[in-house]
């Protein structure tokens, strides 16, 4: 009788029975899945970029810069573990996870294809070890970077915008009398009135910077976490003095704002971060 | 398993999952707060309140309705799920507005509620494939000129002409499901 099992078992043994040189690797299919997984994540900014109703200059990419930094040294991590991992990893077998995965995906939800990513990534990260292990991580980091500012920054919007204001009143106040907070808008006269929504948050920019540190980290070969920690702790502030400056910039005058806000001011922002993060973790190794 | 079997499989995954969002997020999308607005301007004209585009300049997502008779325009602000204007909106209309959550008059919307309300639809939406209705979160400006809120108030609904129209007739008119 042919059932699921069975079916199940002649897939595998003919799978693995398949000449070695043209056998799939384990993690092949785990870089597989995941880039699945981020293409479903994407699809709603690539259709919004299609469809030409995004923002301009580098910030109007479907796939942030720094989100390509992170896959790309993510995906080399796990493509390149070391020779004793390659043969544990060299039988490829679709096991529930992957299937579900798989199956996860095929919902049509952006934020429930970046849930099934971070999953899937965590679960292989456990069943892992070393280079593999933290190119999971980053995966799973980038999944949970996007739905944060996807998704579950605007329950918190409210409180982190008057947060940001009240630093973006106190920055200007230094240079300008007459400056005034309104919940999350400031303005001062002769200023520009702004308004502070969930895209222009420090809280929106500094997740994916702490990951983009970790990752360039992981990609030049250190391993040590307080390093990494300091690393990530100065990231953090940096993200955030810009993120301030940049909000009193654009309060401070009608044509600062103009110029940072659109499309110049956007992609210079964004290089100034990868500018920032490259600069932080110059490229030598650990001493042996 | 061989390359070639992993690349069918992860082919037919990627046709499968990218073509179920694209007909999801590829549909064009549907201006929602037009809609109400339309829906809650037809309401007004019935009271003698017609828009007013010159006290809409440089303010997004407040509507003005102006009468002849009355000094100050009755302003619509139509909030979205994050209520990011609302801080905003409690410092420049300080008691001058009521607020409307899910049909029903309220002191000060809930923020929570509002999240939970849209995740609700959302999954609805992954059920049926279709996006469920809802009233939107909005307020209304108490106040035009003529009859201050102390004695009007919210849901005073006193007779002038400028008055706020009374809590009751708002919650009447949405309890008749108009955005449907």
Redesign the interface.
Same mark, same amino acid.
């Given at each position: 009788m042919w059932t699921g099992h069975n079916l199940m078992t002649i897939a595998r043994t003919s799978f693995v029975s398949a000449p070695a040189d043209r056998c799939i690797r384990q993690t092949d299919v785990v870089v597989g899945l995941l880039l699945c997984g981020c293409v479903n994540g994407y699809m709603f900014p690539v259709l919004e970029w299609l469809r030409g109703t995004s923002s301009e200059g580098l910030g109007a990419l479907p796939v942030n810069l720094l989100d390509l930094i992170v896959i790309v040294i993510a995906v080399q991590l796990l493509r390149a573990p070391s020779e004793e991992l390659a043969a544990r990893h060299s039988a490829a077998r679709l096991g529930w996870k992957d299937v579900t995965a798989a199956a996860l995906f095929c919902l049509p939800s952006g934020a429930a294809a970046w849930l099934a990513t971070g999953g899937y990534a965590l679960s292989c990260a456990q069943r892992s070890s070393q280079q593999v292990r933290l190119g999971c991580v980053l995966f799973a980091g980038l999944a949970a970077v996007q739905l944060w500012n996807t998704v579950f920054i605007k329950w918190f919007a409210i409180h982190l915008g008057l947060a940001d204001a009240v630093m973006t009143k106190t920055a200007l106040s230094l240079v300008r009398d007459g400056v005034e907070r309104a919940g999350n808008v400031v303005s001062s006269p002769n200023g520009h009135a702004v308004v502070l929504f969930a895209g222009c948050l420090t809280a929106s920019i500094i997740p994916r910077l702490l990951l983009v540190q970790a990752a360039v980290y992981f990609a030049i070969g250190l391993r040590d976490p307080v390093r990494l920690a300091i690393g990530l702790a100065w990231i953090a502030a940096l993200a955030m003095v810009a993120n301030i400056l940049r909000l009193t910039l654009m309060a401070a005058s009608a044509d600062w704002h103009e110029l940072l806000h659109g499309a110049v001011g956007v992609s210079l922002f964004e290089l100034g971060m990868v500018a920032m993060v490259l600069l932080l973790n110059p490229d030598h190794r650990e001493e042996p | 398993?061989?390359?070639?079997?992993?690349c069918l499989?992860?082919a037919a995954?990627?046709v499968?999952?990218?073509s #179920?969002?694209?007909? =999801?997020? #590829?549909a064009p999308?549907i201006d929602t707060e037009a809609r109400a607005v339309a829906v809650i301007e037809s309401q007004l004209k019935h009271d003698g309140w017609l828009r007013d585009l010159r006290d809409e300049r440089d303010v997004r997502h407040v509507y003005a309705f102006a009468k002849p008779q009355c000094l100050r325009p009755l302003l619509v602000a139509m909030i979205g799920?994050?209520?990011?204007?609302?801080?905003?909106?409690?410092? =420049?209309h300080r008691g001058q507005l009521q607020y409307f959550q899910d049909g029903r008059a309220v002191a000060q919307p809930s923020?929570?509620r509002s999240?939970v309300t849209f995740a609700v639809r959302?999954l609805g939406q992954?059920a049926s #494939?279709r996006w469920p209705s809802a009233v939107p979160l909005f307020a209304v400006s108490v106040s035009h000129g003529e009859a201050p809120p102390s004695t009007a108030g919210p849901g005073g609904g006193s007779a002038g002409p400028c008055s706020f129209p009374s809590r009751a007739s708002w919650e009447q008119f949405l309890d008749r499901r108009p955005f449907d």
């Open positions: - | 398993m061989t390359h070639y079997t992993f499989a992860l995954c990627l499968m999952s990218v #179920g969002k694209a007909l =999801r997020y #590829g999308p799920t994050g209520a990011e204007t609302l801080p905003m909106l409690n410092a =420049r923020i929570w999240h959302s992954l #494939g």
